[in-house]
């Protein structure tokens, strides 16, 4: 099944070899968006936008390839991008720079067709599988965004029910005089304990450990987050 086509970003200073790295990557199924003839071009595209497959070579003016790929994976979203570098250099030393610059793979000079596109292939499969990786991480925040609202609102309601239900009933008593005056004082006193215990239940959750909430068993297979405060292990006996 072919892959679908990926928009890329071209830098090299080399006109000749700009059009060839053109020309092979259209002819690939990808779509060129940028073929910048220096890095600074070419970093002035991907400020507006990143796109998922970068083709860089490393000596240009103003920016060099290396440099760029920096400025990239500082960026927000930089991580996502593939970034190939080419260049005429072939030393370990080079090898090693390019990869800690941050780029995908390396492609020595004098580039060929079939050498481009053996990269390409590379590229579209490292693309395909980072965009599946993203896609199930995306997903399993949100499931587990999800499940904290089902466990924090089972917490509330088991913390605040049966205060809010006593403060609601006296309220609701008084309003409709159904309480003897010579209740009324205690009807009061309860409303305004029972407030109280609501307000140590807000108190409790805003010194919740948001990062690392702990979730505790509830009825049956359900769990709530557990808002009671956490015990130093230090302090204990």
Not at 45 to 73: N, S, T, V, Y
Not at 81 to 86: R, S, T
Request: aromatic letters at 2%.
């Amino acid at each position: 099944m072919p892959r679908p086509p990926v928009n890329v970003l071209i830098a090299d200073d080399d006109p000749t070899m700009r059009m060839l790295l053109v020309a092979v990557t259209e002819r690939s199924g990808h779509t060129v968006v940028k073929a910048a003839a220096d890095g600074a071009q070419a970093w002035a595209a991907c400020q507006e936008q990143l796109p998922p497959m970068i083709i860089l070579d490393w000596e240009m003016p103003h920016l060099d390839g290396l440099e760029l790929c920096r400025r990239i994976r500082a960026t927000e979203g930089g991580d996502a991008p593939f970034i190939l570098v080419v260049t005429a250099r072939d030393k370990t030393e080079d090898l090693t720079a390019v990869l800690d610059a941050g780029a995908d793979d390396y492609m020595s000079k004098p580039v060929t067709p079939d050498n481009l596109r053996a990269r390409l292939r590379i590229a579209e499969r490292r693309i395909e599988v980072s965009g599946a990786r993203r896609r199930a991480e995306g997903e399993l925040r949100k499931a587990r965004y999800l499940a904290g609202i089902g466990e924090m609102s089972l917490a509330l309601q088991h913390e605040i029910n049966n205060p809010l239900a006593a403060l609601l009933s006296h309220a609701s008593l008084l309003d409709q005089g159904m309480i003897e005056a010579h209740e009324k004082d205690e009807a009061l006193a309860t409303i305004v304990e029972q407030a109280k215990r609501i307000g140590e239940v807000v108190k409790k959750l805003r010194n919740l450990d948001s990062e690392n909430p702990r979730s505790v068993p509830y009825l049956g297979q359900s769990r709530m987050i557990d808002i009671s405060p956490r015990t130093d292990p230090k302090t204990e006996s």
